[in-house]
């Protein structure tokens, strides 16, 4: 579903730091894999890596079909919906309803009927339990329902890659339990779900395998549980 083969990243500035060095790892269709590490460790880029927000400076990356290599500039946005994205500040737009934020979503690719629309908009808010909520803007929802809608959002193309970036630094304990019980549904519902989080009690209670980074690079690569048996 994933593969990094000897992946090496560096920032413009500054340019004497690889952020990366050398990744190489597969990652298997319905993994649920914690990427942990310090803040700084590489991470976040690593998920940028999949989506190609961030290219490689050396070394290739294939995700969903695509080849890091091989992409061209029209074929990036279907790579991108194969791949739903949660991050910790929920990036929500402030003047849209839940259910308009999914919906824009739809519309943006394409999708204009109206029922199809309140159809498809439906079935992924009630899979996060957010549909009673629908009509209210960002700002009237909890942190822990917020970060549901942006979860909903990034389930409405049906992606096979879910990437969540620290999807619950801004949520208390229960909450953030809450959230990542979501993310280990859809795992089990067949999902590949790749989370970057500094929490190791999470990725000791949902992860199938965990990826530590230091300094850019892989220190430890475990197999936690097989598909199917997380303990939550
Ligand atoms: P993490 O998600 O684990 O906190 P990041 O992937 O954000 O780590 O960062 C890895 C390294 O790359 C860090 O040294 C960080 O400072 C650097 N970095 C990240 N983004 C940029 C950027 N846009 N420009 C320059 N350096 C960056």
Known sequence: ?????????????????????????????????????????????????????ERPTHGRVLAAGFDSESISRSQVPYLRRRCGMVFQDFRLIKDKTVFENVAYCLRMTGTLERTIITRAVSRVLHSVGIYGKRERFPHELSGGEQQRAAIGRALIHEPPILLADEPTGNLDLETGSEIMEILARLHLLGTTVLVATHNREFAQRFATRSLTLHAGRVVEDLFLRPHGTEIY
């Open 1 to 53: 579903m994933i593969a990094f083969e000897h992946v090496y990243k560096k920032y413009p500035n500054p340019v004497d730091m690889w952020a990366l060095e050398d990744l190489h790892f597969g990652i298997e269709p319905g993994e649920m894999i914690f990427l942990l590490g310090e803040s700084g460790a590489g991470k976040s880029t690593v998920l940028k890596m999949i989506t190609l927000e």
